[in-house]
């Protein structure tokens, strides 16, 4: 009976990378298509006529209902399971993108922004479940892999629109639907997995439902502060770069908008290099030690910055991205393991909470642009990395963890 069961480990642990890949491609569809949204500012900013204000508004609204239902959906997939929320999730997405090719005016451009956010916010808290279930008890790895698919997908927005949209115009963003539906079949599959897991899970003996938190109340509410500070962090800054480093390079240095979408191509592309080491580093020599190096580390590029030209800010942007980006999958795996048997709550709300901030910090921050300059806010959000210092208050769980293994 050992080696039946050892062999039926070993099965779900090799058939869970195909899963892995799935899930991380279909986060890698589901980003394409938010991060067309953003990408498309600089060609309808003009001809629309937009300020910076309605732009950061309009990332606001994105962002806010891709943060506000993902809690709640999290915790409700953690009591009843829903495998075919992921597809209907990617539907809502792809109705948000045909809505954005023929967008005329910024209230239709609201209406887009919410439906690929509400499309994202059903989508992340049951994909980071998937994830978690075929992660064969490699959690690090597992998320990181899924969010590399996410932020490929961030980085393959600009490019795609540079390449496709940029030479023929707006309503070119309607070859996206294609995108999505192939992102939907992936979802299928992944489903029908996700369903027959669920059907074996419950013919065996069932565990305790919930397993303690290895801290006291007191430390473990100190501790998600921390946590929420470093999200606060990571995500005001990279909101500056998801919304207006392309406005930012234009202004500065004068660049025309297709070299500017590229340049914000090569960022959140060291972003999504920077999310696949993060979780594996973190399995490897703890979570707190990579949250110093990814986010307080930052803090010297951010602060040189501002005063260098064109191709030291490239550098140091693409470094920049990399370190900060390899700290979210340790801040969603370090908060798993403070309350485990949530994955579905945990994910949905760090993931909530990172569109929640960068949707409020894109609507400031375009206020202030407007206010003052461009060059002036990214100044200013040079130092929102010092937050990183909080690491400090964090207490070690690794050797709690390897004790109850």
């Not at 986060?27 to 991060?35: A, C, E, K």
């Not at 990332?59 to 929320?85: E, K």
């Not at 990571?234 to 919304?243: D, G, L, M, R, W």
């Not at 991205?321 to 979210?328: K, P």
Request: with cysteine; hydrophobic share 55%.
């Amino acid at each position: 009976m050992a080696v039946t069961g050892l062999s039926r480990a070993n099965r779900t642990i090799s058939g869970s990378i195909p899963i892995l890949l799935a899930i991380s491609a279909a986060h890698l569809v589901n980003d394409t298509l938010q991060s067309v949204l953003l990408s498309v500012y600089p060609l309808i900013k003009d001809p629309l006529g937009l300020t910076f204000a309605q732009i950061g508004l309009i990332t606001f609204v994105f962002q806010v209902t891709a943060s506000v239902l993902q809690p709640f959906v999290g915790a409700f997939t953690d009591r009843r399971p829903l495998p075919f929320s992921l597809l209907f999730g990617m539907a809502v997405s792809a109705l948000g993108i045909l809505v954005l090719a023929r967008a005329q005016g910024f209230i239709t451009l609201l209406f887009a922004a919410a439906a690929i956010g509400i499309g994202s916010s059903i989508f992340h808290p049951e994909a980071a479940r998937v994830a978690r279930l075929a992660s064969g008890g490699r959690f690090g790895f597992a998320q990181s892999l899924f969010q590399l698919g996410g932020n490929s997908g961030q980085a393959l927005g600009p490019l795609l629109v540079a390449v496709f949209v940029a030479p023929l115009g707006q309503a070119h963003v309607l070859w996206f639907f294609t995108l999505a539906a192939l992102g939907g079949l992936l979802l299928f599959a992944v489903g029908r997995w996700y369903a027959s897991h669920l059907v074996e899970q419950r013919q065996r003996p069932s565990p305790a439902r919930h397993t303690p938190s290895p801290l006291a109340r007191p430390a473990l509410f100190i501790a998600f502060l921390v946590l929420c500070a470093l999200t606060l962090s990571k995500n005001v800054y990279t909101a500056f770069f998801q919304s207006y480093y392309p406005f930012y390079l234009i202004h500065r240095f004068g660049l025309g908008v297709s070299a500017a979408q590229l340049q914000l191509f090569a960022f959140l592309a060291a972003t999504a290099a920077g999310t696949f080491f993060g979780g594996p580093l973190g399995d490897r020599f703890g979570r707190k030690t990579v949250l110093w190096l990814s986010i307080a580390g930052v803090l010297p590029l951010t602060l040189m910055m501002p005063f260098v030209g064109l191709w030291a800010t490239s550098l140091l942007a693409l470094l920049a991205g990399f370190l900060m980006a390899s700290s979210f999958p340790a801040i969603v795996v370090y908060a798993q393991e403070l309350l485990p048997g949530r994955v579905g709550l945990i994910a949905g709300f760090f993931f909530g909470f990172a569109f929640g901030i960068g949707g409020i910090a894109a609507a400031v921050l375009g206020w202030l642009a407007d206010l003052f300059s461009i060059e002036s806010v990214f100044l200013g959000v040079a130092l929102v990395p010092a937050l990183g210092l909080l690491v400090w208050f964090l207490p070690d769980l690794e050797p709690q963890a390897a004790r109850s293994h």
